[in-house]
T-cell receptor, first 112, second 114 residues
Framework: NAGVTQTPKFQVLKTGQSMTLQCAQD?????MYWYRQDPGMGLRLIYY???????DKGEVPNGYNVSRLNKREFSLRLESAAPSQTSVYFC???????????FGPGTRLLVL | AQSVTQPDIHITVSEGASLELRCNYS??????LFWYVQSPGQGLQLLLK??????LVQGIKGFEAEFKRSQSSFNLRKPSVHWSDAAEYFC????????????FGGGTRLMVKP
């Protein structure tokens, strides 16, 4: 039982490049989330998916897109990376019944 | 708008001393409240949560927190800190009517002196 997994662990991009961050959970959770973490700002929600087939914007969605591929997987795409997107990205999932979010180990992204 | 404030960015305590980390929130309804801990280079681990009922909640690693509605606070406490408690601590409010999205405070970094 791996919980929430994220790939890659670390990535360096040049400005304007694109990439997709992958997230998968094996806890049969309905809801999944993408956050970014920046120093002194805690975690801020980018997008979330309350259930399979639905996605909604969070606090900081600009420059990102998401896909809820199935119940297990939720990907985050940067179409044209910018230095302001340098951050640590965390995926999380929760069961609506339990209402507790479980976090993956994070992806460190550096945009040059 | 919902918000979470952790007034202390850094706290240093001696090993064996007691600890209290402050958290204040602004939320229009009865909140779901969480404390998470993050060790360097790691993801977030849930310490404890409050949904309803007893306002004093017990968590893992000897931590507890008390929900005080009148003060809009959810402070985290531990009676005796261990060196392994050095980490960053985040308070968060959950929004059950909005996909259970979390709003986090800015975090408090705890350092433990030997």
């Amino acid at each position: 039982n791996a919980g929430v997994t994220q790939t890659p662990k670390f990535q360096v991009l040049k400005t304007g490049q694109s990439m997709t961050l992958q997230c998968a959970q094996d806890m049969n959770h309905n809801s999944m989330y993408w956050y970014r973490q920046d120093p002194g700002m805690g975690l801020r929600l980018i997008y979330y998916s309350a259930s399979e087939g639905t996605t909604d914007k969070g606090e900081v969605p600009n420059g990102y897109n998401v896909s809820r591929l199935n119940k297990r997987e939720f990907s985050l795409r940067l179409e044209s990376a910018a230095p302001s997107q340098t951050s640590v990205y965390f995926c999380a999932s929760s069961s609506q019944v339990q209402e507790t979010q479980y976090f993956g180990p994070g992806t460190r992204l550096l945009v040059l | 708008a919902q918000s979470v404030t952790q007034p202390d960015i850094h706290i240093t305590v001696s090993e064996g001393a007691s600890l209290e980390l402050r958290c204040n929130y602004s939320y229009g309804a009865t909140p779901y409240l969480f404390w998470y801990v993050q060790s360097p280079g790691q993801g977030l681990q849930l310490l404890l949560k409050y949904f309803s009922g007893d306002t004093l909640v017990q968590g893992i690693k000897g931590f507890e927190a008390e929900f005080k509605r009148s003060q809009s606070s959810f402070n985290l406490r531990k009676p005796s800190v261990h060196w392994s408690d050095a980490a960053e601590y985040f308070c968060a409010v959950g929004h059950p009517n909005a996909g259970n999205m979390l709003t986090f405070g800015g975090g408090t970094r705890l350092m433990v002196k030997p």
